[in-house]
Structure formats: C-alpha cells, structure tokens
C-alpha cells in the first residue's frame, strides 16, 4: 500500500506561480509513475501531468504545456509539479496519484491508470 500527501496550493494572481509537493510513502517510490489531475466543480477530474518512474520520461495537457513542469526526487520519494504562468482557468482542486502501470505515460491519462490518491490541494487564481 502507498500513501500520498499532496501540499503547496494557495491562492495567487494570474501570471503567477506555485510548487505542488506530492510526498510518497509506504513501497518502493521508484514502483511507481506518478500523475497529477485536477478538478473543479461539476466537472470529472481531469490529467495534467506524469511522470516515469525514473524521471526521465514525462507527458503534459495540451492546456499546461510549456506553462507547468512535474519532475520527482527518488532521494526524497517526492514529485513536484511547478506551475509557471497560471491563469484563472488553471484554478481547481489539485489531485497526485501513482500507478505500477508499466504503460507509455501518454496511455495514463485516465483516472483508471491510477490505483492511489493523494487529499487534494486547493490552487485558486484570481484575474
């Protein structure tokens, strides 16, 4: 079993930035890819970014490409999502996840490709 502990959401302008935090614990860190969604209300949750289990593979939105980053340190069992430039269209609740999948990451963009959750983190930006 793995836990997930998601952090770094806030409140922010538009043009601004945050770092998400996705602490892994509970296996091996480097069994799994790891994801981040995010959703608002009303709406089904929807992929953002992933992850390899090496890092040396990632996979991003149409909508944050070249705006956001994710990338993960195995030394501290920790994935990072650095979110550069947001608008109020990026406000939602943001959620990581892991997978044992061993699939390409742009097959994992589905909900069902990850079997743990972390809370949420609340990002919020204001125009």
């Known amino acids: 079993q793995v836990q997930l502990v998601d952090s770094g959401g806030g409140l922010v302008q538009a043009g601004d930035s945050l770092r998400l935090s996705c602490a892994v614990s509970?296996?091996?860190?480097?069994?799994?890819?790891v994801g981040w969604f995010r959703q608002t209300p009303g709406k089904e949750r929807e992929f953002v970014a992933a992850i390899s289990r090496s890092g040396g593979s990632t996979y991003y939105a149409d909508s944050v490409k070249g705006r956001f980053t994710i990338a993960r340190d195995n030394a501290k069992n920790t994935v990072y999502l650095q979110m550069n430039s947001l608008k109020p269209e990026d406000t939602a609740v943001y959620y990581c996840?892991?997978?044992?999948?061993?699939?390409?990451?742009?097959?994992?963009?589905?909900?069902?490709?990850?079997?743990?959750w972390g809370q949420g983190t609340q990002v919020t930006v204001s125009s």
């Open positions: 509970g296996r091996t860190f480097m069994s799994y890819a």
């Open positions: 996840a892991a997978s044992v999948r061993t699939v390409a990451l742009p097959t994992m963009t589905s909900q069902k490709s990850f079997s743990s």
